[in-house]
């Protein structure tokens, strides 16, 4: 039990660091991918601000050399489009230079948090192969101590065994069995000669019951015989022919055939003459009902998977249900997608999801290989009961949306400003409910993730920064308002550290969770 115990704890942790180390990478690699695209839009508006400046400077010589013209106001108008154009490049120049160091400051960032996480993962599994190892040698231990106190006992046993039977005499137990028997009266039938009858007539041998004693082994052996005459006597006379086949089947297994065995028993008797005899087919053992009905359920099962897996690759699948090893559904199930009740459908082979089959073109739960946890509502909660894997942890959704807004929506102008549609924040909220982290959100658009992460912490029963606080916040932000001739009068010089030491005080009052929270949103927005 205890190794038992140590050791689904140990796969516990190897699964929880598996997965932390995954999620780190995957970070680690979307920062490196964001600071590649950043530099070479950095070097794309670098060659176009040269070229702007190039055009610029040959607007100005062709101004210059056209000076003594008819037509200088076109020279002008010329040079002012390029001295325009070359302010244009140098503004997305100094755009493109932001973007390229808030990444690389990113990157940076995850890579220190990549050690991170993997100096913490070696701790773990140092901390737990010294504890296996402790628990190994115990249990060992252990072992060998009840192996030599088993050892221990067995000479002795044998030595009782051998005092027990020392004194036992060859034949008494059977002749103790013989005596207790009790003797019973058996009627033995005996034969005698009867002449011929007149009219042609035969008469049957007449046959005389005589009372006898016998011993009681005899009388013991007519017990034993009885249940089997009455069961076989119960047995009905034009018996169907598949039970005669698996009655005759059954005997033969057991080393003789129907025919042999109905007539060493006594339901053989000429009283008993009128049953017909089951006659055993003389080619091998048949195969009883059982095996038939197990083969014939194998090939139906093997030919519905064959046909369930058919009519999944003819149904335009999403990219989150390409994941899928969809199969025919076997019972009445909830669709994940719409959230109904559903007879026929599909479900996966591997997390057992169950869809409809038009709901495969907007599935939006990924396979995780695994069973797929239960429904847990993530909106209008409390912010302490969003599912976590510990609980300092940012919620799954926070991190899911602003990972994605990271990977692929940085540059979009109006994010977290502008809304998106309805119907498919809904849907997307839905999603998260069903499939967790599981959700597939590369094709959608970001306003539409931007509007679940409002959503999520609209809803929220408590907000992230706790009411208590408000009045403090407030009062420290009109503080930090006020003219600096003021600050001074008011805290007499000192007060430009004040505020920062003010904030980190109350930002200490929030539970780590929020702390967590807040703070990754704060640098989620930053970047």
């Excluded at 040959?58 to 106001?73: D, F, W």
């Excluded at 009283?271 to 089951?278: E, I, P």
């Excluded at 993530?378 to 609980?391: K, N």
């Amino acid at each position: 039990q205890p190794l038992s115990a140590k050791k689904n704890e140990m796969e516990k942790w190897r699964k929880e660091f598996k997965d932390q180390w995954t999620k780190e990478q995957k970070r680690m690699n979307e920062s490196l991918s964001a600071l590649r695209k950043s530099r070479l839009q950095y070097l794309q508006r670098c060659e176009e601000l040269e070229k702007a400046k190039h055009l610029s400077a040959k607007a100005e010589e062709e101004l210059q050399s056209l000076a003594t013209t008819n037509h200088p106001s076109s020279a002008n108008k010329q040079l002012e489009k390029r001295r325009r154009s070359c302010e244009e490049a140098q503004a997305k120049l100094q755009e493109a230079e932001t973007w390229y160091r808030t990444c690389i400051s990113d990157a940076n960032f995850r890579r220190q948090e990549l050690e991170k996480v993997r100096a913490r993962i070696v701790s773990h599994i140092r901390k737990l192969i010294f504890q296996g190892d402790e628990v190994l040698t115990w249990v060992t231990l252990r072992m060998f101590k009840q192996r030599q106190a088993q050892a221990e006992q067995i000479p002795v046993g044998y030595q009782h065994l051998a005092e027990v039977c020392r004194p036992y005499k060859a034949g008494e137990k059977y002749l103790e069995f013989l005596q207790a028997l009790q003797k019973k009266d058996i009627e033995v039938e005996v034969f005698e000669f009867q002449p011929l009858a007149h009219g042609g007539q035969r008469s049957p041998p007449s046959r005389k019951k005589v009372l006898v004693h016998s011993s009681g082994a005899s009388s013991a052996a007519r017990d034993a015989s009885a249940p089997e005459e009455t069961t076989r006597r119960q047995l009905p006379a034009n018996g169907d022919q598949s039970a005669n086949r698996s009655l005759c089947s059954d005997t033969e297994s057991l080393g003789g055939s129907c025919e042999s065995r109905s007539l060493d028993s006594p339901s053989s008797s000429p009283g008993a003459s009128d049953r017909k005899l089951l006659k055993a087919p003389s080619t091998g053992t048949v195969s009883s009902w059982e095996d038939l009905e197990e083969r014939d359920s194998l090939q139906a099962l093997e030919s519905e998977n064959g046909t369930s897996q058919q009519q999944a690759k003819n149904i335009p699948l999403s990219s989150a249900a390409q994941t899928h090893r969809l199969r025919k559904l076997r019972g009445p199930s909830k669709c994940r997608e719409c959230d109904t009740f559903m007879v026929s459908g599909f479900e996966c082979e591997e997390c057992c999801l169950a869809c409809h089959k038009k709901c495969l073109e907007n599935l939006l739960i990924t396979c995780g290989h695994k069973k797929l946890p239960n429904r847990v509502p993530l909106f209008g909660i409390d912010f302490t009961q969003v599912p976590r894997d510990f609980p300092e942890e940012v919620p799954f959704v926070v991190v899911k949306c602003t990972s994605e807004i990271e990977a692929r929506a940085l540059g979009v102008q109006g994010i977290y400003r502008i809304s998106g549609s309805k119907a498919r924040v809904e849907k997307l909220c839905q999603a998260f409910e069903n499939g967790r982290n599981l959700v597939e959100l590369s094709e959608h658009s970001p306003h539409d993730i931007t509007g679940v992460l409002k959503h999520f912490l609209k809803e929220l029963s408590a907000p992230v920064l706790l009411s208590h606080l408000y009045d403090t916040l407030i009062a420290l932000a009109k503080d930090l308002q006020k003219p600096g001739e003021e600050k001074e009068k008011v805290d007499g010089g000192g007060f430009p550290s004040d505020p920062i030491q003010s904030m980190k005080d109350l930002l200490s009052k929030l539970p780590g969770s929020n702390y967590n929270t807040l703070r990754h949103l704060i640098a989620h927005l930053y970047r």
